[in-house]
Every structure is written in C-alpha cells, then in structure tokens.
C-alpha cells in the first residue's frame, strides 16, 4: 500500500505530501528494501553452494514471470474520479429533472442547499489531506450542481422571466461565484503551498463567455451591439490570457480570445463591406478599431517576440479594414482599392513613434501586405498590355488600328477602372522608393520592386489614355531604352536582373503590336536592332543585348523578306547572315560566345526550315551553315565545331543528289567515307596506339553496308563486280598492314557477295539432288568436324591470335 502511494506521489497526479507524511513513507520502504535485501543475499549464498557440489542438482522451472501493470495508479484514480463525477452529475440532473415535483417548495429548498453545500464544502478537508484529485472532482460536480440550481430557480420561482435574459445574468453571477469559489480553496489557511484548484477558474472563464452575447440575443440587439459583445468578450479573454500565470487557464483564454475575436472580427468586415451610409461604415469602422485595439494591446504586452509580431500584423489590417471602410461606402467603387492602399500607406507613418520593434514590424508587414494585395488587384491591366499583342501573330500586316488600347484588346477585353489601377501601381512605386531610401535592409528588394512597378506604368499608361497607334509605338520603345539605361547603371544585381528581363519583355511586345502594319514592323525591329547594338558596348549589357540584337536582326531579314515578296527559301538565304556575324561576334568577345552562338545556331535552323520548301536552296542553305560551322571550329575551344560541319556539308551533299534524282546509294555514301578515312589516317598518324576500328571502321561501314545491301536487290552484274573487287581489295590492303577492320570488314563484304553471285546456280544446283542429301552431308561434316575437332580448336586458336596481333 505505500509503495502504490509513493508512486502516485511521485508520477501522478496526487500534489505532493506534507512533509511529515512523505518522511513516513519513505522509512517504510526504506525498511522493505532492507528486509529484500537480506532476502536476496540468502538465496545468493545458497546459489553459490550449489554451484560448488560435484554435481549440482537440477534447478526446478523457474515460477512464471509476474505481469506488469498496464498502467499506473495515477491514471486508475483520475479515471475512477472523473466516472465518479460524471455519474453523480448526472444523477443529480435525473433528480432536478424528474424527482422535483415529488418534493414541496421547503423540502426542495432544503435539498438544493444541503446537497450543494455538502459538495461544495467537501474539498476543503481533501485539500488539507492532500488529496488534490478527489477535491477537484467534487469541486465540478459542485459547479455542475450550482448551474442546476440556477435552472431549478428559474423553473420554480422566475418561469415569467425571459429565459435567455435569465441565462445572461446567471451565466454573469456564476461566472464571478466560481471563480470567487476558486480564490477562496486556494487562500484558506493551511492550503498556501497547494496552489488553487483549476476547476473553478476554468468554469468561471468558460461562463464568461456567454453573458454579453445572451445579453445582446435577449434584448434583440442589433448586429452591431452584438459584435460589440463579441469584442468585449475576447478583450476580457486577452486580459486573463496576459495576466495569469497558470498554463492551463491561459489557453482557455486564449482559445476563448481566438474564438469570439475571429467571430467578431468577421462580422464586423461583412458589416463594413456591406456598409451602404456613412453612419453604418462609421459603426462598423469603430468595431474594427476596437478589434484592431485589443491585438495590438496583446502585441505590447505579449512577450514571444513572433506571436507579438503576429498580433501587431493582425492589429494593423483591422485598422485599414476600419479606416478603408468609411470611404468605400462614401466615395464611388472605382476608388475602393485605392482607399484601402491609402489606408495601408499611411499605416507606414505610425511605425515612426515610440513604439516596441515587434509593434513596429508587424505594422510595416500589414502595410506590406495591403499594398501587395492591391497590386495584385491592378496587375491584370499589365497582363493584358504585355500579352494582348500576341494575337496579331494571326492578324500580320491587317492594318494598323487606331489607338493602342484597340492594339492590346484584339482578344482580351479590356478591364474595368483602368485609371484606379494605374493609380495603384503609381502609389506602390513611390512607397517602394521612398522605402529603398529610408531602410538599408531592403533596398535592394525595394528598388528593382519599384523599378518594375514603374515599368508596368509605363506599359499600361498609353493604352489608358487612348494614345494614337504611332505615338503608343513610340512610348514602348522610350520604355525599353530607359529599362536599358537603369540596367546599365544598376549597381545591384537585383534591379540589373529585373531591368534586363523588363527590357526584353518590352522589345517582344513592341515587335507583337508592330505586326499590325508593314512599315512599323520593319521600323521597329530595324530600331531594336540597333537599339541591342548600342547597348551591347556596356561589358555589363554585352550578352544579352548582342543576343537580342541578333535575334532582331533575324526577325528583320525574315521581315525584309516577306515584304519584298520572296519566297521562304529565297528569304533564308538573308536570314544567314545572321549566324555568321554570331560567329564572327562570338570569336571576338569571348565573355558573349556562349549566348551569342546560342542565338546563331537558332537563327540557322530558321533558316533551314525557311528553306525546306526548296531542295536546291536548302542544299545552299546546308553548305553555308556548314562553312559558319567549320569556321567557328577553326577555334581552339571549338573544335567540336567541325563535326557539325561535317554533318551539315554531308547534309547539302545528300540534299542536292536527292534534288537531281541520284538513286545509287554510293553517291550518298562516298562523301561521307571519304572525309571519315582521311580523319581516322590522320588520326592513326598522329596516335599509333589507335584501333583500326576507331580509325576506319565508321567510314568503311558507311559505303560497305549501303552497297551490300543495293547488291543483293542487284541483278545485273556490275555492281556485284565492283563491290567484290572493293571488298578484295580491302581484304589484302588489311592482310597486308594487319589491321583488323579492313581484313574483317572487306572478307565479310566479299564472301556474301560472292554468295549473293552463286545463290541462282546453288538454287539449280539443289533442284538436282533428293531432299536427303543436304542432311546427309551436314551429318558427315559434323562426323568429320568431330574427328579432328582438337585440331580445329587448335587452328581457330591460332586464327584467334593473329587477328588479336592486328589493330
């Protein structure tokens, strides 16, 4: 018995013993740990002695292993005292519910009072005990039997009274006797180092929270005065949840804060929002600024700098929602956003007073995060400017329109408050640069932010004001030379980045609008072109600008094409000049090859697929890619260069054989091996060690197999002829050197067209003889293989290591 108990004092839920108890019991276990240990060392003598015997007698089967305890004694009694208290409630819900009448008004009265001042009395000799679990059971069930009383009143001596009036005062007049009740367990004498019971507390918080909104549901308040209650409740939350010490009671707070605020907090927005008079915004912007009092009230006294840091943020949107309200409801919608974002603007000048860091960066978040959602509400207008061009790819050369909102809404529609969102993204410009020029933290962030809000003002600007088409064109390329010009003066990597992309962003969507119109089309890429030219000059700008340069110049020569009337094919003739000043560019600036030759290769296979139409042509086309390529091979970082040149020269040599009908497939094949056998004799030249298979096998395979092939579909007789003279040849030229892919290559080539030659006289030659025969004579050639078959092995061997001799 007391080693259960100095276990439940030790892990469970049992507060701790007096002293004189405790010392008690620990010299009782003291003393039963001395009588085990006389035990043990008994039976370990006794051990001893048997093990010194001759022949020590066999042990008797050790006893079966006791069971552990599938839990402790803590949980058994919490258990027990919660089923305890759970059955006594409801019984005594089952006594007021269906036993009253059976009592008159005396015997209830005295029932009532007995039972619950039994109840609520008795924790106070269990607390003096130490038995803090069994007091706080009955100190619920007292609770529970004070909310009973509280109905028996009202069904006997006040059924006139308004029952959700009623609950209001009752839920008030317990609340504060609870927690009352609570103070005084926790002060009677002799119970100071016990702390109080947190029954009572937490019954008494809970209660707390329905006063106010039963008050407001039994007058008929209005959803005003209701969400007034709602906020009044979680403020006294937030003050219980700031001011106690107790674990337990502070998340009851804080759930009760977190739950009847957001109630609030929400219908308070919905009643802004829906707010159609100045006298309802006024309300509903007061509720929000209650709101937005109370989290800030918990940012200052909060210690945890991130949920002070949170509340600050809360408390910071409840006051632009407040504020943002009043003119929502009193100016025109088109101004709704732009209210909200002067609201959240001027949240930025209240971070300047003598407030904590937390208060201070929570509101410049909120401020942050106002503006953000602003710009995000004005961004379609930009996706519309920058995108909506892209639908006279379909429309080339249809006429100019005549403004350049009609160029950018050919598919898109155009949206509405167009100027609103324009002015919104003037305002985040300015707070970002006024933003880059207060902190140092940001700048960097804040400036290419304001750099790119600036860029899409002047993107969406010409089409709000109806510019003409020419004059819209104008400011576009005005947009792309500034964005270049702070791209190269940008001494941040940020604000260079987003320049840059800005600027090719801005150049594609000029070239797209000026395909309404001939001549705008050439005029604009002829001054991007040289636009990227200059700008190439800065070290900074070199690689992207040459690059667009180049991709312009394409664009131009395919333009320059088109609107003289030529065909593709003729056209991809121009376009080539475009891959050869890439290469020439590329070998001199080097810190640009990469990009520069990137963009030469795309304009070549422009020019290619210009030039698909025309087999001649692109036989030209094929070659003088190849020539570009086999002078950037000429480089010594390019020497990977040369085998793209060769394909392509094999590529225009095949086009033009296809192009005058040559069918024979050596025609095709020969200007492949020929250059494959001089690079693999130059390269076995240069390195002995290399095979013959490296050096000769590719070329050889390319003539040898399409020929081979040609000669058995062949029924005439020179092909077979010259090839078996080629492969003979080839035989002895590898005999003679002792190379193996020539031997092996030319034999294999020679044999089975030698076999293709005497297949029709084989054929006759079978008619001749029974179907027995050839069994007959593979059987004899097995028997014979068999008999020398040593000998074979031998032969193969030597075979073997002559070849292996070769290279």
């Known amino acids: 018995m007391s080693r259960a108990v100095a276990r439940t004092t030790l892990h469970g839920m049992t507060p701790p013993l007096p002293p004189a108890e405790e010392l008690r019991i620990l010299d009782m276990e003291l003393r039963h740990l001395d009588a085990r240990r006389v035990q ?46 759970v059955l006594l409630t409801v019984a005594a819900i089952a006594f007021t519910l269906v036993s009253w009448g059976h009592l008159g008004i005396a015997g209830r009265s005295v029932v009532l009072a007995a039972v ?166 006024v309300r509903a912007a007061a509720l929000l600024a209650c709101a937005a009092a109370i989290a800030l009230y918990a940012a200052g006294r909060t210690p945890r700098r991130g949920l002070a840091t949170g509340a600050a943020v809360t408390g910071g949107l409840l006051l632009v929602a407040a504020l943002g309200g009043i003119p929502r409801a ?63 790819t379909g429309r080339v050369w249809s006429g100019a329109p005549s403004d350049l909102r009609a160029a950018v809404t050919v598919w898109a529609p155009w949206p509405a408050d167009a100027a609103a969102r324009t002015l919104v993204l003037v305002a985040a410009a300015a707070v970002l640069a006024g933003a880059a020029r207060a902190t140092t933290a940001w700048r960097d962030r804040a400036v290419a932010g304001a750099v790119v809000l600036v860029w899409a003002t002047a993107l969406v600007l010409p089409a709000v004001l109806r510019l003409p088409y020419a004059a819209g064109l104008s400011v576009q390329g005005l947009t792309a030379v500034a964005v270049l010009a702070v791209a190269g003066y940008a001494r941040r990597t940020p604000t260079f980045l987003a320049s840059v992309l800005l600027s090719l962003l801005t150049a594609a969507g000029l070239v797209l609008l000026s395909l309404a119109s001939r001549g705008a089309t050439l005029t604009v890429l002829a001054v991007l ?24 110049a394409a664009l131009l020569a395919c333009a320059v094409g088109a609107a003289a009337d030529r065909s593709p094919a003729h056209t991809a003739l121009l376009v080539l000049v475009v891959p050869a000043a890439a290469a020439l560019l590329a070998a001199r600036v080097p810190r640009a090859a990469v990009p520069v030759e990137a963009t030469g290769a795309v304009a070549g296979l422009l020019a290619i697929g210009l030039a698909v139409t025309d087999a001649p042509v692109l036989a030209l086309v094929l070659a003088l890619c190849g020539v570009i390529a086999a002078g950037t091979a000429v480089r010594a970082d390019r020497r990977w260069a040369g085998y793209v040149a060769a394909a392509l020269f094999v590529s225009a040599t095949w086009v033009r054989l296809g192009s005058w009908g040559v069918g024979t497939p050596e025609a095709y094949t020969l200007p492949v091996t020929v250059p494959a056998l001089v690079v693999g004799f130059v390269r076995r030249r240069r390195a002995p060690e290399t095979s013959s298979w490296t050096a000769y096998g590719p070329g050889l395979s390319a003539t040898l197999v399409p020929s081979l092939t040609a000669a058995w579909a062949d029924a005439d007789w020179p092909r077979p002829l010259l090839l078996g003279t080629a492969a003979l040849v080839l035989t002895l030229l590898g005999a003679r050197h002792r190379l193996q892919a020539p031997l092996l290559l030319g034999g294999s080539v020679l044999v089975l067209d030698a076999l293709h030659e005497l297949a029709p006289y084989l054929v006759q030659l079978a008619g001749l003889f029974p179907r027995w025969l050839p069994p007959a004579l593979a059987g004899l050639l097995l028997l014979a293989l068999g008999a020398t078959y040593e000998q074979r092995i031998r032969d193969a061997r030597r075979i073997r290591e002559a070849l292996g001799r070769m290279r």
Not at 363 to 376: G, N, P, T, Y
Request: charged share 10%; glycine share 12%; proline share 7%.
């Open 330 to 392: 009193l100016l025109p919608g088109v101004w709704t956003v732009p209210g909200y974002l002067a609201c959240g603007v001027g949240l930025l000048a209240a971070v300047r007073g003598p407030l904590p860091d937390h208060v201070r960066r929570g509101a410049v978040r909120a401020s942050a995060a106002v503006q953000v959602l602003a710009v995000a509400w004005a961004l379609p207008l930009a996706v519309v400017a920058l995108l909506g061009p892209v639908a006279w």
């Open 40 to 85: 043990l060392l008994a039976r370990r003598a006794q051990l001893i002695a048997l093990l010194r015997q001759p022949s020590p007698p066999a042990f008797p089967p050790a006893g079966p292993v006791p069971r552990q305890p599938e839990t402790t004694a803590p949980r058994v009694q919490n258990v027990l005292l919660v089923l305890g208290g």
């Open 529 to 552: 072109t040289g636009i990227f030219a200059g700008a190439a000059a800065h070290r900074r700008l070199t690689p992207v600008c040459a690059s667009a340069s180049l991709a312009g």
């Open 116 to 281: 619950t001042a039994a109840v609520l009395g008795a924790p106070v000799p269990l607390l003096k005990r130490g038995l803090r679990s069994t007091a706080e059971t009955l100190a619920g069930l007292g609770l529970a039997l004070t909310v009973l009383d509280a109905y028996a009143l009202h069904e006997v001596a006040l059924t006139t009274v308004d029952g959700t009036g009623y609950a209001a005062v009752a839920t008030a007049l317990l609340a504060g006797m609870w927690w009352g009740y609570g103070k005084g367990l926790g002060e009677l004498k002799g119970l100071e180092g016990l702390g109080s019971p947190r029954i009572p507390f937490l019954a008494a918080l809970g209660a707390a929270q329905l006063p106010l909104l039963l008050g407001a549901v039994a007058v008929d308040a209005s959803s005003y005065t209701t969400v007034a209650a709602l906020l009044l409740t979680a403020a006294f939350d937030t003050a219980v949840a700031l001011r106690t010490s107790a674990r337990s009671l502070r998340i009851a707070a804080a759930v009760g804060m977190y739950g009847m605020g957001g109630w609030g907090v929400v219908t308070a927005g919905v009643l802004s929002w829906t707010a159609t008079g100045p006298g309802a915004a």
